[in-house]
């Protein structure tokens, strides 16, 4: 690390641990804090200088580097209840592909925190298999006319525009994918219904209809035919930030644990003492090592320009690395904890529920070991790993 990656990291440190002590809060009120405790926090992100930190300093963003921005994230990883979410990553792939119109209009506001975005790509029938996605874009004169609906759209009650990715119902490139940007205030889009998930996040994932919304062929992200191209870049960026998180939230919990083990006692010792606490902790702490050195690795290759197809099995690796060993991190933490680990103002039992959800979203672990496979035997393990 550099001297500025340092800084950066105890920047990013210092606002988690600002970010903490409001998480018991949350947890009890449905995952959100008092408005002006929530402003508070969005301020305070970009007064420490993490607005937009993955988007290019021309246009307003912070210019991280990827390995920067993975210490970030990691640090944000450390409070529960996606507190941490104040960080905002916009769409990164967006800036090189964007139209004028599509910079000022969207891409701009949204470093600059005044725009926020969601992601419409599952359907009820379309998760692991993006490709079987039903939903239709059909080109009608200067507009495309969008019909579909869409499943687990994550931050939909706190953004205002939507990347929403169809197939194409017409035209030369009628079956193929296209993303588009749609203004959550167009006519047609409709909250089916909220459902409730495992986390208390103040972030929901409603089901969403998109009825004969008509919009500017402007929206147009790139040209028709590229939707698939822009989702894996983001896949991509995701998995990273994931396995980033995933770490934080395993620091986290062997700091929690370690220090409840050290004080709790039982038969008159500290708990810390019975060698099946150590071995819980001691392997926590390996596996946490582990993913560390995987994730910062394919970060720093990553701002060396290592060939993006061996980024794309890096990135799986250390999604499924970090993502699975959190879990069992998780896990161990609770049982260290006892029964005030199935408490949900106990961080353990928080972060128990909360990794779950990161061996599902941006690909399943089935689907990153599916990756990876397809990239050993296309490339070899040398090329891979070293
Ligand atoms: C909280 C949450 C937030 C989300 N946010 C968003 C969002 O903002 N935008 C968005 O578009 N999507 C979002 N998603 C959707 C998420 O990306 C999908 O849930 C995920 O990709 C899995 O798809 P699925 O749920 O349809 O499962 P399926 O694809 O139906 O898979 C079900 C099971 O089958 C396994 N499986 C499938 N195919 C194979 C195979 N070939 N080999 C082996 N096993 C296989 C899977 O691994 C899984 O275990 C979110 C999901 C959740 C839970």
Known sequence: MTDEDREVQARARALADELIPHEVQAEMNGGRLAPEVERRHEERARELGFGAINMPKELGGGGFTSFQQVLVQEQIGRPTNALGWVVHTPASWLPKVASKHQLDTWVIPTIRGERGECYAITEEDAGSDVDAIRATAARDGEEYRLNGVKWHVTSFNRSDYVFFQAKLANGPHSGAHAMFIVDLDTPGIRVVRTPAYTHTYGHHHPVVAFEDVRIPAANLVGSEGDGMLFAYEWFRYERLMIAARALGAMERLIEEATAFARDRHAYGRPIFDNQAIQFMLAYSLTELWASRLMTYRTAQGIDEGVDVKVQHAQCSMAKLSASEAAGRVADRAVQIFGGRGYMRENV????????????????????????IADQLAKRGSRTLVG
């Not at 039992?349 to 599902?360: A, G, K, N, P, T």
């Open 348 to 371: 353990a039992e928080r972060f128990y529920r909360e990794l779950r959800v990161d061996r599902i979203w941006e690909g399943t672990s089935e689907i990153q070991r599916l990756i």
